[in-house]
């Protein structure tokens, strides 16, 4: 990752004009970076708190229940279709609200890693992970989202991959929650 941003930011790339975009989930974008500005991740949260307002944010998909549209949002700074223009990773911000279940997916072709800016989350049920953790998951490998009952959580994530997926991941979400064989792709 650290050599994709370095490459991308070599070939002094340009910002894009991208308009910036209300989700319902931006009424909790305030409370999220509060509890960052708390933790290990302050310096990320209080950079971010200037510009949140100007970030576009979106879903990534063309149909969304209307549950989860009403509770997730995010927004690439890097990459294909990001602030900054780069074809070599994206980075971003996803904004959960409290009490979400981010339904199993999986990125092909991607890797993905998470860490949280201030908020314990957990994945696939595994563990329930403290701000400052970072995950990785490999291409191709199941997953969810699940926040607790109270607050936000704001995870900053980076993809890398091949260029064409990185511009278009063709995000879906699996049909079952737990089992889900089939790789969204
Ligand atoms: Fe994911």
Request: charged share 20%; aromatic share 10%.
């Amino acid at each position: 990752m650290r050599e994709a941003l370095k490459s991308g930011i070599s070939e002094n790339p340009e910002l894009q004009n991208i308009t910036p975009e209300i989700k319902p989930v931006t009424a909790h974008f305030g409370r999220a970076l509060d509890l960052g500005e708390r933790g290990p991740m302050f310096a990320m949260a209080q950079a971010l708190r200037p510009v949140h307002r100007k970030l576009a944010r979106v879903y990534g998909y063309d149909k969304l229940s209307k549950s989860l549209a009403r509770k997730y949002a995010y927004c690439d700074f890097f990459g294909p279709n990001g602030l900054v223009a780069s074809d070599k990773l994206v980075l971003g911000f996803v904004l959960f609200a409290p009490n979400t279940t981010y339904p199993q997916h999986a990125h092909h072709e991607i890797e993905e890693s998470y860490i949280s800016i201030g908020c314990a989350w957990s994945e696939s049920n595994n563990a329930v992970y403290a701000p400052g953790y970072l995950i990785l998951n490999r291409s191709n490998h199941e997953h969810r989202i699940t926040t607790g009952e109270v607050d936000p959580c704001l995870l900053a994530y980076a993809w890398t991959g091949p260029s064409e997926r990185l511009a278009t991941p063709g995000m879906k979400l699996s049909r079952t929650r737990r089992s889900g064989r089939r790789a969204a792709i």
